[in-house]
Antibody
Framework: EVQLVESGGGLIQPGGSLRLSCAAS????????MSWVRQAPGKGLEWVSI???????YYADSVKGRFTISRDNFKNTLYLQMSSLRVEDTALYYC????????????WGQGTLVTVSS | SYVLTQPPSVSVAPGRTARITCGGH??????VHWYQQKPGQAPVLLIY???NRPSGIPERFSGSSSGNTATLAISRVEAGDEATYFC???????????FGGGTKLTVL
């Protein structure tokens, strides 16, 4: 059974930094495309970033230059380093995995909440 | 960037068929994926590559796409189908993934 478990969320002041983690089991982070998707309170889904199995990375325009996606193959864990956080980054952050090079999200974690507020 | 447009809400009586649309420029030329999200839960993949269902998804859920509109159809709607439904595509020009704004399905 595939499990994706996010952690690292919390309350952070504007301008601060935070690192999210997504620990995978039953699923290989390195062999599949992995993304972060966020959902602001009461809003829709917003794709944030993706890391390909070949290490290529892409970011939504709203976070480019501030967020960095990475993974630790040994720990089978996905990360999202977030810096220069803004109030509008407040959201539930989901880790989502594809099957191989698919362009849809087959697996989702339960999310970790990031609140950016002074 | 590519934009997907969904109606904010759709209402349907139990036992009828609900149709949720997802509009996008030439969306019929790309693959569309659909997700169901119930309150307080993570999204669940419902349909992938326009019309394929993952194992465990009932046959009542089906998808189609043509021209500038993709459609998710839910036949014999049940109370348990109340949820928000999102469409999603891959924008090949940017390599970004794009979601529609979501449609809240209400079962009357």
């Amino acid at each position: 059974e595939v499990q994706l478990v996010e952690s690292g969320g919390g309350l952070i002041q504007p301008g601060g930094s935070l690192r999210l983690s997504c620990a995978a089991s039953g699923f290989t982070v390195s062999g599949n495309y992995m993304s972060w998707v966020r959902q602001a309170p009461g809003k829709g889904l917003e794709w944030v970033s993706i890391i390909y199995s070949g290490d290529g990375t892409y970011y939504a325009d709203s976070v480019k230059g501030r967020f960095t996606i990475s993974r630790d193959n040994f720990k089978n864990t996905l990360y999202l380093q977030m810096s220069s956080l803004r109030v509008e980054d407040t959201a539930l952050y989901y880790c989502a995995g594809t099957i191989g090079a698919a362009v849809y999200f087959a697996y989702w974690g339960q999310g970790t909440l990031v609140t950016v507020s002074s | 960037s590519y934009v997907l447009t969904q109606p904010p809400s759709v209402s349907v009586a139990p036992g009828r068929t609900a149709r949720i649309t997802c509009g996008g420029h030439h969306i019929g030329s790309t693959s569309v994926h659909w997700y169901q999200q119930k309150p307080g839960q993570a999204p669940v993949l419902l349909i992938y590559y326009d019309s394929n269902r993952p194992s465990g998804i009932p046959e009542r859920f089906s998808g189609s796409s043509s021209g500038n509109t993709a459609t998710l159809a839910i036949s014999r709607v049940e109370a348990g189908d109340e949820a928000t439904y999102f469409c999603q595509v891959w924008d090949s020009t940017t390599d970004h993934r794009v979601f529609g704004g979501g449609t809240k399905l209400t079962v009357l």
